[in-house]
């Protein structure tokens, strides 16, 4: 048992968005009779991409998804990503030790990657497990055309303007879908349960300007709606949306399920994926009201005391320019899933 934890303290994997990064221990190599050099990916040793990089206390591999012989294994819950490093003895015609394999795995299992490394052929089992984020971009963008980003800040419009949004993947596994789930509107950045508007909830279009444009790849989301302003003198209008990760072109998969109606036993699962919060964005004229929004919730004004014919200058709608975010999202539809906190303010992607 304690030579296992040895294992663990002295190997390490972590899955990035775009390659594993595998990392051994030069002393746990030499104490199973092996140097630095004789550990590989067999048969990419020739390959400059898939050496490693041997520092004074590691070999350390850069595994990409796609490359270095990396096999991908689908199934209704998991897409896992596998590898494996090997040792052996290079010369002569005998051996008296055995050759010592890595497996490295990186799989996506509902809003995480789970990371196991396990070494086989009699010498020791050992696996890790951490949490990873698929990163997703998330721009603004100055019409239908999605050709030209928003770059001005904040970003001031019209009201009843239409708001073109774009989110992509960037992960370097063509093969992922990435699907619209929830887009809920508030007042507030960090509160989408007392006064919200839906533009779209659990794939079900609720507002009659959302529109969902056709996309380049399966990897990529575009759609639009109309900018408006709350009632009841609040300053700024915040966007919480809901994405989900699912293979592509697999029909069973969420992604391809479009709206679903959800039950009272399950009404809450949506609140238990990762959030993107945008906004706000600044009204650049008080310009006639063409779209004001009475909802029906508690502290709002009734429409008896809202009667004012002036539409308040100061209203501010959806923001976010040229956003990059890291955004944990769900795989797949499971029956379990990890619960986060709601409505994080949305951060530039590091």
């Known amino acids: 048992m304690a030579k296992n934890k040895k294992v663990l303290d002295d190997n390490s994997l972590f899955c990035l968005s775009n390659h594993m990064q ?19 990916i067999p048969g990419w ?3 400059y991409q898939c050496r490693p990089r041997i520092t004074q206390r590691q070999v350390t591999f850069t595994i990409p998804y796609t490359g270095c012989g990396t096999t991908k294994q689908a199934d209704n819950e998991t897409i896992n990503y596998s590898n494996f490093l090997k040792a052996a003895v290079s010369s002569g015609i005998i051996k008296r030790k055995k050759d010592l394999h890595i497996h490295v795995s990186c799989k996506m299992l509902q809003n995480t990657w789970v990371n196991t490394v396990y070494i086989t052929n009699n010498t020791v089992d ?4 951490q949490y990873g984020n698929f990163d997703v971009n998330v721009s603004f963008f100055t019409s239908s055309s999605f050709l030209y980003p ?12 239409n708001l073109y949004l774009q989110a992509e993947i960037l992960h370097s596994d063509a093969s992922l879908a990435l699907f ?9 950045p960090n509160d989408f349960s007392s006064l919200t508007y839906d533009l779209i909830r659990s794939g079900c279009v609720r507002d009659e300007t959302y529109q969902l444009y056709s996309s380049p790849s399966p990897r990529i989301t575009r759609f639009k709606f109309s900018s408006f302003h709350f009632l009841n003198r609040f300053p700024s209008v915040y966007l919480q949306c809901k994405l989900v990760v699912c293979r592509a072109y697999d029909v069973s998969s ?5 709206c679903v109606v959800r039950s009272k036993r399950d009404a809450g699962s949506y609140q238990e994926k990762v959030d993107v919060v945008l906004g706000p964005i600044q009204l650049q004229s008080p310009s006639k009201d063409k779209r004001s929004l009475e909802l029906a919730v508690k502290d ?6 809202a009667s004012s014919q002036a539409v308040y200058p100061t209203a501010a709608i959806f923001g976010g320019i040229f956003l990059a975010v890291v955004l944990a999202v ?13 409505g994080q303010p949305l951060s530039t992607k590091m």
């Open 330 to 342: 769900a795989a797949f539809t499971l029956g379990r899933r990890t619960r986060v906190v709601r």
């Open 126 to 129: 050992i696996q890790e497990v």
């Open 22 to 40: 595998a990392s051994v221990s030069r002393d746990y190599l030499q104490s199973m009779g092996y140097s630095a050099r004789d550990l590989g």
């Open 45 to 47: 040793n020739a390959s």
């Open 150 to 161: 928003v770059t001005s800040s904040p970003y001031y419009v019209n009201l009843d303007q």
């Open 254 to 258: 969420r992604c391809y399920r479009g």
């Open 180 to 188: 619209v789930d929830t887009c809920v509107a508030s007042p507030y």
């Open 300 to 305: 709002v004004e009734k429409p008896a005391a």
